[in-house]
């Protein structure tokens, strides 16, 4: 079955960076465009930056362009989301995400807190 699992959310100060990683399994990863969510308390869930199939096409939130950096490794498969410059409002939880068919696929979720 498809499995999202991210790691590498923490506690960091702001202008800190941090580096999330989602691996992924149960279909052809590299076939398919990832995401990364966000969701912080009291707001909806928001599109940060997406990666497409091999040739890596990326779009990012204007809130994170800049700052942030999605990359894929498709003989891991794995998804990234480089972190720099971290601000207050960066604070969420960070989720990977695809689509397959009709349907949607989530991971956990990792907490990213930024604040000193």
């Known amino acids: 079955q498809v499995q999202l699992v991210e790691s590498g959310g923490g506690l960091v100060p702001p202008g800190g960076s941090l580096r999330l990683s989602c691996a992924a399994s149960?279909?052809?990863?590299?076939?398919?465009?990832m995401n990364w969510y966000r969701q912080a308390p009291g707001k909806e869930r928001e599109l940060v930056a997406a990666i497409t199939r091999p040739g890596g096409t990326t779009n990012y939130a204007d809130s994170v362009k800049g700052r942030f950096t999605i990359s894929r490794d498709n003989s891991k498969n794995t998804v990234y989301l480089q972190m720099n410059s971290l601000k207050p409002e960066d604070t969420a939880v960070y989720y990977c995400?695809?689509?397959?068919?009709?349907?949607?696929?989530w991971g956990q979720g990792t907490q990213v807190t930024v604040s000193s």
């Open positions: 995400n695809t689509r397959i068919s009709l349907g949607s696929y």
């Open positions: 149960g279909f052809t990863f590299s076939r398919l465009v």
